[in-house]
């Protein structure tokens, strides 16, 4: 059985992907290692025999598949929260990075490392390959003999990686429960800056509140902080839509469109729920469900498409893979959303045709616009920036691919070309591109792990990888939590400095929360990391 998985890489690998994935769905006690236990699986078969390898292209293929479309699906939120916390987030994440980079040197000193084995130990702790290739890369460049000074650097790299991902991980299920993190509290407070998702619901509300009769719902809401919309009002013996210039009158029956919460404070505003479903009338105006698959109008907003100029109609809510939003005017289409609106029965049919619903075309991936992205992305990461002390510095396939797919999703498209990618192939992507990763990472590691514990060098390397990443985690959260105030669903997000711990980390929120502040963090991490090891390397004696 060991010659058949040793001459058969791709047998080995799905073989690794199948079991880690069983194992990542044991629960015990409510926790479950999900999709990082492919990584552990990993590091289990690659001890067991070191002959276990699959190609480096399968890796890379992982890599740049996951970063991409994290990236792509990231790209918006990554933007928004820039321009919101832009200061705040960027000046935690380089106090996270010098805390890490001073533990190291505190290790140094305290342990008595080479500069090769505590860079490796730090390239190895933050989880960033592209730091260790890129002093490698340095050391090569240098021209002496080099072979002790890289394999100290591997060695290091090696035996603190896999507690880059487990240290962190305790570290951050710890301090869940030492600070008592209210996650559910966190969402309902980030709702309004972030699109997180909410259960939406509809009302009749009876309008009793004579202050409001003859009043445009513009003129009524603005004064307000309520996130609803409006479906059909019935006045008399009369039902349309109603719209934001529509005047309301006492006794008039509004369908209200928003969350519970908001549905009860806009219902004090107005008057009373009523049982006069008005919703229920399909004689006109009926409600329709509809895939967006024409990519004419994905990337574009509601707005833009005039749907009040050919139709008597009101998108109302959009789903989103499982994420249920109000349809704002400028919330952007994307390929695959299910839109539900409200429209005169005439107009069911042009509305259908204009946005596609085509369940089996808003499935289909673009291969000229993912293919053209990914291109741009590994040409960005292939690009050499110099900097002062003769060293130089790469994004990488990792990088690369992520900074263009962040730009790309949040452009959502050039002209006729549309980037983003519909929300199930996104994810399917991403998830093949991190099991691909992780069992690469674990069977290569693991053979280097069998063949190093003839020296009893390895455990000092391994507890160094240990205090540092979790001394380093620790003092992380505790200031960004308590000095930076920042929620602790988007801390998960800024510690997770590998997939397998983002994935671990949306586990324990049970939100996307994590996967913004990962958006956020990644970009400037992966540069910095890079710098950091260098320095490191060149400061320490390398």
Known sequence: MDQLLANNPLLLLFLVAAVGYFVGKVNIKGNSLGVSAVLFVGLAFGAINPEFNVPQIIFQLGLVFFVYSVGLSSGPAFFQSFKKNGIRDIGFVMIMLTVTALVAVGLFFLFGFDAASITGIYSGSSTNTPALASVIDLVERRGSDNTELKDALVIGYTYSYPMGVIGVMIVLKIMERFF??????????????????????????RITNTDLDGMALRDIIKGTDLNI???????????????????????????????????????????????????YDRREYDVRRIFVSNQRVVGKTISSLNLSKNYSAVITRIRRGDLDMLAKANTVLEMGDRIRFVARRKDLKGLSKLFGDSYYRSSQVNLFSFGLGIALGLLLGSIEISLPGNTTFKLGMAGGPLVVGLVLGALRRTGPIVWTLPYGANVTLRQMGLIFLLAVIGLSSGNKVLESLESPVWITVFMGGVMLSMISAVVSIVIGYKLFKIPFSLLLGFLSNQPAILDYSMGMSK???????????????????????????LVLGG
């Open 229 to 279: 919309l409006f479906g059909r009002i019935s006045s008399g013996d009369d039902i349309t839509l109603a719209n934001w210039d529509t005047i309301i009158h006492t006794n008039d029956v509004l369908i209200v469109i928003g969350s519970y919460e908001e549905i009860d404070k806009s219902t004090k505003l107005f008057g009373e729920k009523t049982k006069d479903n008005i919703s």
């Open 180 to 205: 008592k993190i209210d996650y559910k509290k966190e969402e309902q407070q980030l709702k309004k800056d972030y699109p997180i998702e909410e259960e939406l619901s509809s009302q009749s509300v």
């Open 511 to 537: 939100n996307k929360v994590p996967l913004i502040g990962y958006s956020v963090m990644f970009p400037i991490a992966l540069v910095m990391k890079i710098l950091f090891a260098q320095i490191l390397f």
